[in-house]
């Protein structure tokens, strides 16, 4: 019984890396072939937003498993936010900028991360959910 459901886990819990390297190299062509890659951030935070909210409401592992699948859609989105906000810099400080929006992301996940804890005390553990990004 135990390894079924550690199986479980693991099949939800890869779901946000397959869906990420599936969605990557698609999202960074059409950001080039459109010439426009805000609007494809913009749909790229949407996915975030709908992903955390059917986690948050889902009762069953497959509604967990369907969050995490378009959070990770999301995050295909990374390597055109990466161009846009480069774009701001000149290009020799391309590794900076690279390199600040590396860290205000991981300055996020550890931000939300130590505060999910505590969220989980005043409203339950489906709070989190709804407090992401």
Do not use: H, Q
């Not at 693991?10 to 609007?39: C, E, N, Q, T």
């Not at 699948?69 to 846009?84: E, K, Q």
């Amino acid at each position: 019984m135990k390894v079924a459901k550690l199986s479980t886990v693991g099949l939800v819990l890869s779901m946000y890396g397959l869906w990420m390297a599936f969605a990557r190299l698609p999202m960074g062509i059409a950001g080039d072939l459109l010439g426009r890659r805000k609007p494809l951030i913009v749909f790229g935070i949407f996915l975030t937003a709908a992903g955390a909210v059917i986690m948050g409401r889902g009762n069953s592992i497959f509604t967990l498993a369907a969050g995490r699948a378009l959070t990770g859609l999301s995050a295909g989105t990374w390597v055109l936010l990466i161009v846009v906000f480069s774009s701001f810099f000149d290009v020799d400080e391309a590794v900076f900028a690279s390199s600040m929006l590396t860290f205000s992301a991981s300055l996020g996940r550890m931000v939300s991360t130590a505060s999910t804890g505590f969220l989980n005390r005043v409203g339950g553990y489906k709070l989190s959910f709804y407090c992401r990004r």
